[in-house]
């Protein structure tokens, strides 16, 4: 895998304790949409472990936008204190492109996406991607979130999904009597009879789920008791949460 050097050109706040960095694009950086990287601030000095300098993201961006993001749950960890107080103008290193939670080139059969809060990142890349390329397959993504506040990308979710009528979002709340927003989309936790209503009427869905460890091993025995083929699966844990 190739290291390279970024730029950070900006930082900005998503949701409620969740912001994205935004990197320049080395030349010769291809990836698929879903791919992940690593995140190398700086050099391991003797107070520090691996850990405090280096860490995984999926990416964000597209592989046709001319710039690297990622997005994060703000945390007091020591690298995370790093990113924060990274002035625009640094330099990083990011090695990569990684991962396999890539879409099926199968465009028959649909690809359904499920989504724990930040586990949100590669399916961003993969659903613009997919408007960028008119990709002509049925989506449907369930995207689980405590409330609207922490939603990251929820207005361009709704918007893609407006402009695209094979683009169907599913987003609940799971805790909204902390929220002082509106909402009127459905709320409570995913469970297998939810998944069939939403999955029944879909071409032999592919699913992919993403997001921290434990919701990953929810969402698969969900999808077990759903009746879904463990081969149809594919999931990424956000190990460290
Ligand atoms: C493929 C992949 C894609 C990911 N994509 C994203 C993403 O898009 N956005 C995002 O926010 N996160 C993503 N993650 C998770 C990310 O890499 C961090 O783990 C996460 O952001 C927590 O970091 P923290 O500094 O807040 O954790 P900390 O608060 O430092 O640690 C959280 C927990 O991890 C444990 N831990 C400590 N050291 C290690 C270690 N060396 N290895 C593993 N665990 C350790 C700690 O004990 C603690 O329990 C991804 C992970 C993977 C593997």
């Not at 409620?16 to 791919?35: C, D, L, M, R, V």
């Not at 020591?78 to 939670?101: C, H, I, N, S």
């Not at 930040?118 to 049925?138: E, K, N, V």
Request: include cysteine; aromatic fraction near 8%; hydrophobic fraction near 40%.
């Amino acid at each position: 895998m190739k290291t390279y050097s970024v730029q950070l050109q900006a930082q900005e706040q998503l949701a409620e304790g969740t912001s994205a960095f935004h990197f320049t694009k080395p030349a010769g950086f291809e990836f698929i949409a879903g791919q992940a990287l690593d995140l190398i601030l700086g050099e391991q000095g003797d107070a520090d472990s691996e850990w405090d300098v280096r860490h995984t993201f999926s990416i964000v961006a597209a592989p046709h936008e001319n710039e690297l993001v990622i997005a994060t749950r703000m945390r007091d960890s020591r690298f995370k204190q790093r990113l924060k107080e990274l002035p625009v103008g640094t330099q990083v290193q990011v090695e990569g492109p990684f991962g396999e939670l890539t879409l099926d080139k199968d465009l028959t059969r649909a690809a359904v996406f499920i989504a724990g809060g930040i586990g949100i990142t590669p399916f961003m890349s993969m659903l613009r991607d997919a408007a960028q390329q008119q990709r002509q397959q049925d989506l449907l993504l369930l995207y689980s979130n405590r409330r609207p506040e922490d939603s990251a990308f929820l207005s361009e979710l709704q918007q893609l999904s407006q402009n695209n009528p094979r683009f169907k979002l599913i987003a609940t709340m799971t805790k909204m009597e902390g929220s002082t927003q509106e909402w009127s989309g459905i709320t409570g936790y995913l469970n297998a009879q939810r998944i069939q209503e939403y999955c029944q009427e879909l071409s032999r869905p592919i699913y992919y789920i993403s997001g921290p460890p434990m919701l990953v091993e929810a969402m698969h025995d969900l999808l077990d008791e759903a009746g879904v083929d463990a081969d149809d699966v594919l999931s990424e844990g956000f190990l460290g949460y």
